[in-house]
């Protein structure tokens, strides 16, 4: 009997030892990352029958088990995916919110000053001093879309940086988890019982995977992970791992892209689409959602502003009698091929209507048969013949040179640099053409009363090779009139209407009034007309007419609109990105409610395993000296 209660003792002893040594590594834990409390896991030994029934025979351990909910742990990794993928956008588009939204360093002010230097060399055409004043002021406008070009630019590269270092995180917690994968298996089929602290180490790593890019486990029979991404591409496979790496975009060397390696050594590029949550899932939204569409953005008005104001200066006449030239330069189309074309076409696109541009990349794809040009933005496709070459979309002409090989694919990108390849093309403020290069006048000695308008050049550009050849009307009678002048052909007999619009050489003018047989009137070069500012009003207007959006709106209106779009988006963002970090933090708490170790409940489990250990060591006591009670008796 006194061997029974010692055993009963040593067991009890045991078992109380067994709960000191757990809840002290529980507190030793406490703020252990991912730490599971532990509790440990006891029963009835099995009872002896003695006859007169059964008696027991104290306690055994079945296991030290961790306590963890998988449906909380779940839910914490999707809301970590969601918040860090979330809070990534947020911070990069609040970089170019800011930017936009500082009203110093904003286009708006330099626009502003560049149409009211216009403005001002409207009033006084012939003042070098207003003149230099455009020309400064231009420069100031074209170095504001190059800086912010530029700092568009720098946040793009920045984002490469942060996927490399997104993409490497991820091969590391991988391989990781293949590695904790083979140790627990190995720990499981040695003891039969579960390595809690490596258990909690694989949950965390998945946790801490899931802040990178949302990643899905399946448990295996054996207690091992199965980790996929993506659109189901595996990352884990009990021990066996595939990567993600890094690499330039086949149509854009500078663009870092993911792609996906298998265990076997294949590498396919992933969709942007199918990076989801995480870091690196947000920036690659950032990145195809904000980012590029406000580079292309930023572009359009670059390209439409120097377009339309070159259009109308070139419809002018400089201080030395000249028509006028471009005023600004711009930006070619950037036209990329993929790097897994077969073929040597080359592609070409130009622009050739600057209202018409969007803020689209587009996609053209040769089937051997067909080209289909996408659209980026929505998916629309356009699909044409090669004979329909050259194929105009959106304001921008694109041509081959010849056909690719079938399966060929090209990247068109019309508006990517046009804010940074913007700039002044005249240096000299005599070169500015302000004036008409046309003037319209009655011959002195008219009788009647019919007068002519100043004369307007039409448009669009080249102007007219004959714009400037003097061109007679003459009047035959007070309703008849003949046309003589190079390039007019000579029409004779033409019915006179009042204020009806009389066109030649480019020009056009109007005659009102009664003009008298025999009264002329005269349209010729506006030689010497240092005076005359209506072309400079005529630009001046551009700012205020609604040149973009297929003439819907202004260049104001387009960078406000693009502005306003980043603006309630970043506000959108920090508005879902606060409501994603109040759910983490609530699916935290309610599996450290469950799973987390409280001091208080730990310090009162001491106070009883040391209860239990003492009695356990009283028992054994006891039973001691009943052993030597009978020992006495044999003496």
């Known amino acids: 009997m006194a061997t029974s209660i010692l055993s009963i003792g040593q067991s009890a002893l045991a078992a109380a030892q067994a709960g000191l040594s757990t809840t002290g590594h529980n507190i030793a834990n406490a703020s252990t990352p991912g730490y599971s409390r532990q509790v440990v896991i006891q029963g009835a030994a099995q009872p002896q029958n003695f006859g007169f029934g059964f008696m027991g025979q104290g306690t055994q351990i079945s296991t030290v088990q961790r306590v963890y909910n998988e449906y909380l742990g779940v839910q914490v990794q999707s809301a970590q995916a969601s918040q860090s993928g979330l809070n990534t956008y947020y911070t990069q588009i609040k970089q170019i919110d800011n930017m936009l939204a500082d009203p110093t360093a904003g286009l708006s002010p330099s626009l502003q000053d560049f149409f009211s230097g216009i403005q001002a060399m409207a009033s006084n055409p ?22 912010l070009a530029g700092q568009l630019n720098e946040i793009s590269q920045g984002v490469n940086s942060q996927i490399q270092s997104s993409v490497s995180s991820i091969n590391s917690y991988a391989q990781q988890i293949a590695q904790l994968n083979d140790s627990i298996g190995k720990a499981q089929r040695a003891t039969g019982q579960p390595p809690n602290d490596l258990l909690d180490q694989r949950d965390q790593l998945v946790l801490d995977l899931n802040k990178e890019i949302k990643a899905t486990v399946v448990k295996q029979g054996d207690g091992s992970y199965n980790v996929f991404i993506g659109n189901g591409q595996s990352l884990v496979v009990g021990t066996t791992t595939s990567k993600l790496v890094s690499v330039a975009s086949a149509t854009d060397l500078s663009k870092i892209v993911v792609a996906y390696q298998s265990s076997s050594g ?38 439409g502003l120097a377009s339309t104001v070159n259009a109308q200066h070139s419809l002018g006449q400089d201080l030395n009698g000249n028509l006028g030239g471009a005023l600004f330069t711009l930006a070619s189309p950037v036209v990329n091929a993929s790097t897994g074309n077969t073929g040597s076409a080359v592609v070409t696109a130009s622009i050739s209507d600057a209202g018409a541009l969007t803020t689209s990349d587009y996609r053209l794809q040769y089937d051997g048969s067909n080209y289909t040009l996408t659209r980026l933005s929505d998916n629309t496709a356009t699909t044409f013949a090669p004979a329909a070459l050259p194929q105009t979309v959106d304001g921008v002409t694109i041509n081959v040179s010849t056909a690719p090989d079938p399966g060929d694919s090209f990247l068109i990108r019309p508006t990517v640099n046009g804010a940074s390849g913007i700039g002044v093309a005249i240096s000299d403020p005599a070169l500015l053409a302000a004036a008409a290069p046309i003037r319209a006048a009655a011959t002195s000695g008219n009788t009647g009363t019919g007068t002519i308008g100043a004369g307007s050049v039409n448009t669009p550009p080249p102007p007219n090779a004959n714009l400037q ?149 009283k028992v054994m006591q006891i039973a001691s000296q009943l052993f030597d009670v009978l020992l006495s008796i044999g003496q």
């Open 126 to 147: 012939s003042n070098v001093p207003a003149r230099q004043a455009v020309l400064s002021s231009a420069d100031a406008l074209a170095g504001r879309f190059q800086s």
């Open 266 to 303: 294949s590498t396919i590029p992933l969709s942007e689409s199918s990076l989801v949550g995480g870091q690196l899932g947000g920036l690659a939204e950032f990145r195809s959602k904000t980012l590029e569409p406000a580079q292309n953005a930023l572009g359009r008005v670059a390209i």
């Open 469 to 617: 050849q003097p061109v007679t009307i003459t009047f035959t009678s007070a309703t008849t009139y003949n046309v003589t002048g190079t390039g007019t052909g000579n029409p004779t007999g033409l019915t006179y209407t009042p204020g009806a619009t009389i066109s030649y050489n480019g020009w056009s003018t109007s005659i009102s009034g009664t003009p008298a047989a025999g009264d002329s009137f005269t349209v010729a070069s506006n030689a010497g007309g240092v005076g005359d500012s209506r072309n400079a009003l005529l630009l001046g207007d551009l700012q205020t007419s609604n040149t973009l959006g297929n003439g819907t709106t202004s260049y104001q209106g387009a960078y406000s609109q693009f502005v306003s779009e980043i603006g309630n988006k970043t506000r959108e963002l920090e508005v879902t990105s606060s409501a994603a970090s109040n759910l983490l933090s609530q699916a935290t708490l309610s599996a450290q409610n469950e799973s987390g170790v409280n001091l208080d409940e730990e310090a009162a489990n001491l106070l009883r395993y040391q209860q239990a250990y003492q009695a356990a060591g």
